[in-house]
């Protein structure tokens, strides 16, 4: 008997059906979505399954907002270190038009920082449903107030899978307690200010509503010693 069981109107063998499922798969586009608040290791999620796709044999581009610039332009740099290269893109367009020819050969998207690219929602939707693209995101899904941020939320109903991660809360004794919002430790207000642990950190819901009414003036170590305790 000939391979190929369709043509012959013989049932397929499990190897055709698995052969026939892993087609159906590459064809299908994909929406994955990570977020958490800051040092939840969003990014080195994002890049742990950028390693899973690539192993499998998957073309992977690797994205990220040009408004962050606090390891390197080029690289995605996780906070303990991990580093690869990416597009470092205004928006998501305009990554799009830099690959040029190669966009085509892209079978995983991967985008950190996602709350900043102002194109996220229509490009991910148009990339997933019309180019069959697995896309992988990681942001911030609220901002230092808990309020939306960009347009990772708009995702959500068109999502395959969505997972938010903890950090530990900085002011919980021995950092044990899960932390699952950003808290602004500088007196800023804007919604987008790029930094590190000199401008957030990751807290407990208690200390976030404790700290916040806190915030405008800088922490001393007497409010992190009084956050320490209970
Ligand atoms: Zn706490």
Redesign the pocket.
Known sequence: MALGGSDTGAPATDWQQQQQQQREQQHNGAIEIVVGPMFAGKTTELLRRVARYEAAGLSVAVVKSNKDDRYCAAHVVTHNGLKRPCFATPSLAAFKEAAGAAYDAFQVIAVDEAQFFPDLKEFCAHAADHEHKRLLLAGLDGDFQRQRFGQVLDLLPMADSVTKLTAH?K??DQRR?AAVFSLRITADSRQEVVGGADVYAP??R??YVQLSQLRGRPLSSSDEASGGEQ
Request: hydrophobic share 40%; net charge positive; proline share 0%.
């Open positions: 809360c002011f919980c307690v807290v407990c208690r200390h």
